[in-house]
């Protein structure tokens, strides 16, 4: 099993930023792609970016490109989404999730393991 443990998540006002860390234990991290994702009260959860398992491919949604900045460091087993130029519809719970066929992947269903999540809030 693998575990992933969200952490850095806060309250910021718009424009702020804020970087998130995922931590993983249990079972080799640097196989695994990683994904972020974030889910908004009364909102499904969106994709939010992807990196591959050797950090060679990156992916992002488009309301986050150029904002936010997929990272990983696999000799501490961790993840991390560096998030800037905060706004207010960044609000969310966001979560990592590690994926065991190593590329990108946007959608759920494709990641095997999930965080607990960690709450952002934006104020305006």
């Known amino acids: 099993q693998v575990q992933l443990v969200e952490s850095g998540g806060g309250l910021v006002q718009a424009g702020g930023s804020l970087r998130l860390s995922c931590a993983a234990s249990?079972?080799?991290?640097?196989?695994?792609?990683m994904g972020w994702f974030r889910q908004a009260p009364g909102k499904e959860r969106e994709f939010v970016g992807t990196?591959?398992?050797?950090?060679?491919?990156?992916y992002y949604a488009e309301s986050v490109k150029g904002r936010f900045t997929i990272s990983r460091d696999n000799a501490l087993n961790t993840a991390y989404l560096q998030m800037n130029s905060l706004k207010p519809e960044d609000t969310a719970v966001y979560y990592c999730?590690?994926?065991?066929?190593?590329?990108?992947?946007?959608?759920?269903?494709?990641?095997?393991?999930w965080g607990q999540g960690t709450q952002v809030t934006v104020s305006s």
């Open positions: 249990g079972r080799t991290f640097s196989s695994y792609a």
């Open positions: 990196i591959s398992w050797n950090a060679r491919v990156t």
């Open positions: 999730a590690a994926a065991s066929r190593g590329t990108i992947a946007t959608m759920a269903g494709n990641y095997n393991y």
